[in-house]
């Protein structure tokens, strides 16, 4: 079973950039489709950016253009790059890796966007 550690998190200022890493142990990312998702205060967990094993990304239309999800295969690693971070960008962020029945969580990483 893979499990799945987010880090990279923290406090950045408006216009800033962060850059968040999951990490796995116990399984080749690169055998899964995974994602970044996030949860703000009162909101609904929402999809920000997704890959699938072959490549593929998808995002949400409010970071498009802003984030860029990303393997790093030798480090068995999901990368999110934040670029130009808005207040409304706060939340937690979580990694997500699916395949088959497997649907794995990470405990999630905070991002406060604020001056």
């Known amino acids: 079973q893979v499990q799945l550690v987010e880090s990279g998190g923290g406090l950045v200022q408006p216009g800033g950039s962060l850059r968040l890493s999951c990490a796995a142990s116990?399984?080749?990312?690169?055998?899964?489709?995974m994602g970044w998702y996030r949860q703000a205060p009162g909101k609904q967990r929402e999809l920000v950016a997704a890959i699938t094993s072959g490549g593929s990304t998808n995002y949400a239309h409010s970071v498009k253009g802003r984030f860029t999800i990303s393997r790093d295969n030798a480090k068995n690693t999901v990368n999110l790059q934040m670029n130009s971070l808005k207040p409304e960008d706060t939340a937690v962020y979580y990694c997500?890796?699916?395949?088959?029945?497997?649907?794995?969580w990470g405990q999630g990483t905070l991002v406060t966007v604020s001056s």
């Open positions: 997500n890796a699916r395949r088959g029945w497997v649907d794995a």
């Open positions: 116990g399984s080749r990312l690169s055998n899964y489709a």
